[in-house]
Every structure is written in structure tokens, then in C-alpha cells.
């Protein structure tokens, strides 16, 4: 079992930048590939970033790519979502998740945390 709490979500101007967190306890965090996710009222949760156990591979969705960077601090069982050039279309509540691979599709996770809002006001 994974526990995973994210935080550094909140309000931000556009062209602003955050950079969220994702705290996870239980069982060895570098057994697992991270991914993060987000979701804004009325549509499916999307993809945007996911990065592999060792942290040596990373995959964008297009609409971040340039702009938003995945990390991961093994010794910390932490996981980090940097985000630059922030625009109003990325106000969503943002997600990380915990599985075997790192991938786009939220099937592979098995673990997921509470979400946090991220608001980018125009």
C-alpha cells in the first residue's frame, strides 16, 4: 500500500509559475514509476507528466511539453511537478499517481493521492 498527499497547489497569474509535491509513504517509493494527472470539472482526468523509478525517464503531454518538468527525490519518497509559463488553461485540480510503468494511460496506477487546485488567473 502507497499513500501519496500532494501540496503547492494554489493561485497563480498567468505566465506564473508553481511547483507541486507529492509525498508518499508505505511501501519503497523507487519501486514505483510515477505519473501525474489533472482534471478540471466536466472532462476526464488528462495526462501530463510521468517519469520511471529511477527518475532516468520522463514523457510530457504535448500541451505541457516545454513548460512543465517531472523529478523525483528517491531519498525523499518524493515526487515534483515544476511548472513554468503557466496559462489559464492549466487551472485544474492536479493528481499524482503510483504504478508499475510510467505511462499516459491512468490504468496502470494503482495508487492515487487527493488532488490539489491550481488556479492560473488571466
Known amino acids: 500500500q502507497v499513500q501519496l498527499v500532494e501540496s503547492g497547489g494554489g493561485l497563480v497569474q498567468a505566465g506564473g509559475s508553481l511547483r507541486l509535491s507529492c509525498a508518499a509513504s508505505?511501501?519503497?517509493?523507487?519501486?514505483?514509476?510515477m505519473g501525474w494527472f489533472r482534471q478540471t470539472p466536466g472532462k476526464e482526468r488528462e495526462f501530463v507528466a510521468a517519469?520511471?523509478?529511477?527518475?532516468?525517464?520522463?514523457y510530457y503531454a504535448d500541451s505541457v511539453k516545454g513548460r512543465f518538468t517531472i523529478s523525483r527525490d528517491n531519498a525523499k519518497n518524493t515526487v515534483y511537478l515544476q511548472m513554468n509559463s503557466l496559462k489559464f488553461e492549466d487551472t485544474a485540480v492536479y493528481y499524482c499517481a503510483a504504478g508499475d510503468t510510467a505511462s499516459s494511460r491512468e490504468y496502470v496506477y494503482d495508487y492515487w493521492g487527493q488532488g490539489t487546485q491550481v488556479t492560473v488567473s488571466s
Open positions: 517519469i520511471r523509478r529511477s527518475g532516468a525517464g520522463t
Open positions: 508505505g511501501r519503497t517509493f523507487s519501486s514505483y514509476a
